[in-house]
């Protein structure tokens, strides 16, 4: 099993700026690809950046340019920047690691923009 722990939401006027952090911790294998994907009211979760352990990076076409995913293997952390941030990107965002067969999600953090 695998635990992932989010933290960083809040809420920012449109414009500013935030950075998640999900840290895992448990049956982590040496390759896996840890991201970020996020849920608004009324939609289905969508990808929003992802990671893998060999620095593979995929961004959702809506957040290229804004937004900065990181990782440290080391200590299984991965890391979004978001600037410039917009009230369309007002929604739970959750941390996913993917291994093998198997997705592991957070709980979620929520991100609201106002405008």
């Known amino acids: 099993q695998v635990r992932l722990v989010e933290s960083g939401g809040g809420l920012v006027q449109a414009g500013g700026s935030l950075t998640l952090s999900c840290s895992a911790s448990?049956?982590?294998?040496?390759?896996?690809?840890m991201g970020w994907y996020r849920q608004a009211p009324g939609k289905q979760r969508e990808l929003v950046a992802t990671?893998?352990?060999?620095?593979?990076?995929n961004y959702a076409d809506s957040v290229k340019g804004r937004f900065t995913i990181s990782r440290h293997n080391r200590d299984d952390k991965v890391s979004l920047q978001m600037k410039g941030l917009e009230p369309d990107d007002t929604a739970v965002h959750y941390c996913?690691?993917?291994?093998?067969?198997?997705?592991?999600w957070g709980s979620g953090t929520r991100v609201a923009v106002s405008s």
């Open positions: 990671m893998s352990t060999r620095d593979k990076i």
């Open positions: 448990g049956e982590v294998l040496s390759f896996n690809i």
């Open positions: 996913n690691l993917h291994q093998g067969i198997q997705r592991y």
